[in-house]
């Protein structure tokens, strides 16, 4: 048979090429033409977020926090350490050989010994040798004890953080709008004095958020209002915060585990990631 007669053949009969070809190649055209196709959503690209910049004011901690037993063995150790490979004390040039002076020396200082070893070193004596018998002040401060959250002395060892309450009740950090051409931490410094007045120093850590938020999408009608939030570090140094009553009713100085429990659980997801407990 010629290949001309072949090629007539071939297309009288399209089955035998059918069976020259894959099978799935025909099950997965045959397949695809009966899926349902998406419809593709109809986005307006000229509805663009709302920019906002919020305020992460910390007030660092202010006294060192308690050690761990694990410490406090640790720093023992050392001081025995260093009573050992320091110069040994002149007895003979001191104290006479025998004498009762001799004898209560000896006994104080394997006295020391065992408590430096055993219970570590105790806070009234590291007062006495860094403060020559000065008493230290106490830990707990007495905005603690009354759970006065707007006092800047509470919580020495950790990290407070300013929130402040919205007319409508609900908890935040500061924060306000960007005005056109202006510049995010720009934004970000004008919405904290405005927010929080002029009777506070405070710094701003960086130029660059730390972080961004997106509330949830708000209705209003037919157009959905989009937010992203982005957050800026800045550290207080002196002064109190007075609250701008246009926008907040009140404010407080809080830990980490102490905004959870006042803020949206959306919020907070958003938020906990950038926060740091000392």
């Not at 007495?142 to 953080?161: F, I, M, Q, T, V």
Request: charged share 25%.
């Amino acid at each position: 048979m010629s290949s001309r007669t072949f090629i007539s053949l071939c297309r009288r009969s399209p089955s035998v090429i059918g069976r020259r070809t894959l099978a799935t190649v025909t099950e997965a055209s045959s397949s695809l033409s009966e899926l349902p196709i998406a419809p593709i959503p109809n986005k307006n690209p000229a509805q663009k977020p709302t920019l906002l910049t919020s305020i992460i004011l910390n007030r660092a901690p202010i006294i060192t926090r308690t050690p761990t037993p694990f410490e406090r063995a640790y720093y023992a150790y050392q001081a025995r350490l260093r009573r050992a490979l320091s110069n040994p004390f002149p007895y003979d040039f001191y104290f006479k050989q025998g004498s009762i002076l001799e004898t209560r020396f000896t006994t104080e200082e394997r006295k020391r010994e065992a408590e430096s070893v055993w219970e570590g070193i105790r806070t009234e004596q590291l007062a006495e040798q860094e403060g020559e018998g000065e008493r230290m002040i106490p830990r707990v401060h007495p905005s603690d004890e009354s759970k006065d959250y707007k006092s800047l002395d509470r919580k020495g060892k950790r990290n407070l953080y300013l929130l402040l309450q919205e007319n409508e009740g609900a908890w935040r950090f500061p924060q306000g709008n960007v005005k056109r051409a202006e510049l995010l931490h720009q934004a970000a410094q004008r919405d904290l004095l405005t927010e929080c007045g002029e009777y506070m120093d405070s710094w701003i850590v960086s130029r660059n958020p730390i972080g961004h938020y997106r509330p949830p999408v708000k209705s209003s009608g037919k157009s959905r209002l989009e937010e992203v939030v982005f957050f800026y570090k800045a550290h207080i140094m002196a002064g109190q915060v007075r609250p701008n009553p246009e926008t907040a009713q009140d404010f407080a100085w809080l830990t980490k585990q102490e905004i959870e429990s006042r803020v949206s659980e959306h919020y907070w997801h958003g938020v906990k990631d950038i926060l740091s407990d000392h």
